[in-house]
């Protein structure tokens, strides 16, 4: 089904008959929100409140927000960063993802329908967009096996915490079937890699060197973003499985066969 989710017509019909919706819509990145707040609050707030209004008329109980752990909290104050650190976002991104979840809370509140929030860090694995610039790891190794330099924003020091594809997608299984009391859960590794560390893996991966280019840093990237999972393990049952290595092992294999295709 195709459809627009600032069109209630669609979200109507792309709802209608289902136990839960699974929100994974976002219009815009972390790193062009910035420009356009405004298309920012219109395409990803106001049309989520669009899903909300129709999951109220149509009696659809149960919505998973897929939200953003990398940006809701901001600088941190202490790290990893749990489920109740305070929450200061950069980005006109980590706003909207915010003002979402906290809808959700008021649906669930009004209208009972239970609203479970999952805050990712940062993603990675096939089928990741290289052209979007999402995503320092789908882009690293498009480059390293096409020979193209790595462009490093900062001095490699930035520090994030990368989770399986897989990994994430089995946090998306678990919540809808829970039933506790919890409605915000960090989905992460738990482990902070820098981006020289990244590199490292990538060209043991590979088995070459790549060539590293030191570009100034950006003023929206927090420095260090490490989230605590602890409360997703333990609510939702919940582990992650495939280690970096492995992760990044099959990524490259992934993107080899693309560009072998195309
Ligand atoms: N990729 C990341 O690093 C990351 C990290 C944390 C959270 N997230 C969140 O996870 C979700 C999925 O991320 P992704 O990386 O797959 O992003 P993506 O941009 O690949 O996916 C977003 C999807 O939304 C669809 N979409 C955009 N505007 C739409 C509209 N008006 N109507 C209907 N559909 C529309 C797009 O077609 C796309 O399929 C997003 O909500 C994103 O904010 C992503």
Request: hydrophobic letters at 40%; proline letters at 5%.
């Amino acid at each position: 089904m195709v459809g627009d989710l600032s069109n209630a017509h669609d979200v109507s019909r792309a709802i209608a008959g289902a136990d839960t919706v699974l929100h994974l819509v976002s219009t815009t990145l972390p790193k062009n929100s910035n420009d356009d707040p405004i298309y920012d609050v219109q395409s990803n707030v106001v049309a989520s409140l669009h899903i909300l209004n129709a999951m109220v008329t149509q009696k659809v109980r149960n919505i998973i927000f897929i939200s953003s752990g990398g940006t809701v909290y901001g600088n941190p104050i202490y790290l990893p960063i749990n489920e109740s650190h305070p929450t200061n976002p950069l980005v006109s991104y980590g706003i909207t993802k915010l003002a979402i979840e906290k809808y959700l809370q008021m649906y669930e509140r009004l209208h009972g329908i239970r609203a479970i929030t999952l805050r990712v860090s940062n993603p990675y694995g096939e089928r990741q967009r290289v052209e979007t610039a999402q995503g320092a790891i789908g882009v690293f190794v498009y480059n390293a096996l096409k020979n193209i330099p790595i462009e490093i924003w900062g001095d490699g020091t930035v520090m994030r915490d990368y989770i399986y594809v897989s990994d994430v997608a089995e946090t998306f299984v678990k919540a809808l079937t829970y039933r506790g009391e919890h409605r915000v859960f960090n989905v992460s590794s738990g482990i902070g890699t820098t981006l020289n560390a990244l590199i490292d893996m990538l060209e043991a991966v590979i088995g070459k060197s790549v060539e590293r280019r030191y570009l100034p840093g950006r003023p929206f990237d927090v420095p260090v973003s490490v989230l605590c999972n602890d409360l997703g393990r333990g609510e939702l049952g919940w582990t992650t499985l495939v280690s970096m290595p492995e992760g990044i092992a099959r990524t490259v294999e992934w993107m080899r066969r693309e560009l072998a295709q195309s």
